[in-house]
């Protein structure tokens, strides 16, 4: 647990410089996959900053392995890929497992995909439709919309072509703050 955390981490700080050349953007991207897969099959939660009495889940992600991948992948499509006629294969071949999969460091990535949601809408606003703004939705899953929320709130960046949908899943949270 420890180590992937540490080389997510390192990852991260040095991601820049991993993508500058194809061949280093290919050696990065296989590493980041690599210890993405590792971090999905680890048993071991983190869970430092979650109690009952205030579950901060934003903390908790900027604080886990799944953010430092997630952040890394976003970074690396936003320099690399954003604007290529492949931008929906690396949409879905760097965060799809993130969505998918049910380990710890996924559940945080996911909510680091929910902080950059404007990001993604202003990419693909079908592919973040059916992807990430599902995981603002109390009817769907409430643990997911709670930490979709805590972590898109944090720097919120409305932009008009998402506002109708976020204003309808937020008017959701509105039944919820007795839960909260």
Same mark, same amino acid.
């Given at each position: 647990?420890?180590?992937?955390? $540490?080389?997510?981490?390192?990852?991260? +700080?040095?991601?820049?410089?991993? !993508?500058?050349?194809? +061949?280093?953007?290919?050696?990065? %991207? $296989?590493?980041?996959?690599?210890?993405?897969?590792?971090?999905?099959? &680890? %048993?071991?939660?983190?869970?430092? *900053?979650?109690?009952?009495? #205030?579950?901060?889940?934003?903390?908790?992600?900027?604080? #886990?392995?799944?953010?430092?991948?997630?952040?890394? *992948?976003?970074?690396?499509?936003?320099?690399?890929?954003?604007? #290529? !006629?492949? +931008?929906?294969? $690396?949409?879905?071949?760097?965060?799809?497992?993130?969505?998918?999969?049910?380990?710890?460091?996924?559940?945080?990535?996911?909510?680091?995909?929910?902080?950059?949601?404007?990001?993604?809408?202003?990419?693909?606003?079908?592919?973040?439709?059916?992807?990430?703004?599902?995981?603002? &939705?109390?009817?769907? &899953? %409430?643990?997911?919309?709670?930490?979709?929320?805590?972590? *898109?709130? !944090?720097?919120?960046?409305?932009?008009?072509?998402?506002? &109708?949908?976020?204003?309808?899943?937020?008017? +959701?949270?509105?039944?919820?703050?007795?839960?909260?």
């Amino acid at each position: 647990h420890s180590f992937h955390y $540490k080389i997510a981490k390192i990852i991260h +700080k040095y991601g820049s410089n991993l !993508y500058l050349t194809s +061949k280093n953007e290919l050696q990065s %991207k $296989k590493l980041a996959t690599t210890i993405r897969n590792i971090a999905f099959q &680890d %048993k071991e939660v983190g869970r430092v *900053f979650i109690t009952e009495d #205030s579950p901060d889940w934003w903390t908790e992600a900027i604080n #886990s392995t799944g953010y430092y991948l997630c952040e890394y *992948f976003v970074r690396l499509f936003d320099k690399n890929h954003k604007n #290529s !006629y492949t +931008k929906l294969e $690396k949409l879905n071949e760097f965060f799809l497992p993130f969505l998918e999969n049910k380990s710890y460091s996924a559940q945080m990535g996911k909510t680091t995909l929910a902080h950059f949601l404007s990001f993604f809408y202003s990419v693909s606003e079908e592919w973040t439709s059916q992807n990430i703004l599902p995981l603002f &939705d109390w009817t769907v &899953d %409430k643990t997911s919309a709670l930490q979709s929320w805590q972590a *898109f709130l !944090y720097k919120p960046q409305w932009i008009r072509p998402l506002y &109708d949908n976020l204003i309808f899943l937020h008017e +959701k949270t509105f039944i919820h703050f007795k839960e909260i």
